[in-house]
């Protein structure tokens, strides 16, 4: 009978949430506080519900660290702390909290393409890859997308390798071109590096290849 009237409450209060009706939100709340006070996680999610319709942003931070702490409502904190630091540009931070949530719950909707989304501000390549393998192996994403993902990170991270080390960067747009095939910006990388490391036989073999593939 508590239970089911602690509910009740909690019911009220998101409808008046949804209603942007601030008052009668916070007297359901305390309401069914009385009620559940053993359950702390539907009050944390009121308390967020109610700080974002105030733009109390400050107290809403607060409530997700809170949100963390407990396995009931972790991964809710991780996705509420993401999204703030996502609205502030604060991309790193952003991608702290998403990647927590993305070990948690890879499968969250949308949330593998935030984090790809974070990941070409940040330019952090390496993680591209961490949780593209993720991805692929929870299905999350098919083959071609892994592979199409895996490429760029490679061919990003051969572009920074290429001034300290031009063997690494030749053997990452290798596997780059190996996962996405004649890409031409991938065959330009690549037929570069081999003419800066005299290899010119070969590289003028790629650019044949290349050619006689794609004529255009």
Same mark, same amino acid.
């Given at each position: 009978?508590?239970?089911?009237?602690?509910?009740?409450?909690?019911?009220?209060?998101?409808?008046?949430?949804?209603?942007?009706?601030?008052?009668?939100?916070?007297?359901?709340?305390?309401?069914?506080?009385?009620?559940?006070?053993?359950?702390?996680?539907?009050?944390?999610?009121?308390?967020?519900?109610?700080?974002?319709? &105030?733009?109390?942003?400050? =107290? $809403?931070?607060? *409530?997700?660290?809170?949100?963390? !702490? %407990?396995?009931?409502? /972790? #991964?809710?904190?991780?996705?509420?702390?993401?999204?703030?630091?996502?609205?502030?540009?604060?991309?790193?931070?952003?991608?702290?909290?998403?990647?927590?949530?993305?070990?948690?719950?890879?499968?969250?909707?949308?949330?593998?393409?935030?984090?790809?989304?974070?990941?070409?501000?940040?330019?952090?390549?390496?993680?591209?890859?961490?949780?593209?393998?993720?991805?692929?192996?929870?299905?999350?994403?098919?083959?071609?997308?892994?592979? &199409?993902?895996?490429?760029? =990170? $490679?061919?990003? *991270?051969?572009?920074?390798?290429? !001034? %300290?080390?031009?063997? /690494? #960067?030749?053997?990452?747009?290798?596997?780059?071109?190996?996962?996405?095939?004649?890409?031409?910006?991938?065959?330009?990388?690549?037929?570069?590096?081999?003419?800066?490391?005299?290899?010119?036989?070969?590289?003028?073999?790629?650019?044949?290849?290349?050619?006689?593939?794609?004529?255009?």
């Amino acid at each position: 009978k508590k239970l089911e009237r602690g509910y009740l409450h909690f019911v009220e209060a998101m409808i008046a949430i949804a209603n942007k009706d601030n008052k009668n939100a916070s007297k359901s709340h305390k309401k069914m506080n009385s009620f559940l006070n053993n359950d702390p996680s539907l009050s944390l999610l009121l308390k967020s519900e109610v700080y974002k319709i &105030e733009k109390n942003y400050s =107290a $809403l931070s607060d *409530i997700y660290e809170t949100m963390i !702490k %407990s396995k009931k409502t /972790e #991964a809710l904190g991780y996705r509420g702390l993401m999204e703030q630091n996502l609205k502030n540009q604060d991309f790193h931070h952003a991608f702290l909290y998403g990647e927590k949530l993305f070990n948690i719950n890879p499968s969250i909707e949308k949330l593998y393409e935030t984090l790809t989304y974070i990941i070409a501000k940040t330019k952090n390549w390496n993680q591209l890859i961490n949780i593209t393998d993720k991805a692929y192996s929870n299905k999350i994403i098919k083959k071609e997308e892994a592979n &199409e993902n895996k490429s760029i =990170a $490679l061919f990003e *991270i051969a572009k920074i390798k290429m !001034k %300290s080390d031009r063997n /690494e #960067a030749i053997n990452l747009i290798e596997k780059a071109i190996s996962l996405k095939g004649n890409f031409s910006p991938y065959i330009k990388l690549y037929t570069q590096l081999l003419f800066a490391s005299k290899n010119n036989t070969k590289a003028q073999k790629i650019l044949k290849k290349y050619w006689s593939q794609s004529p255009n």
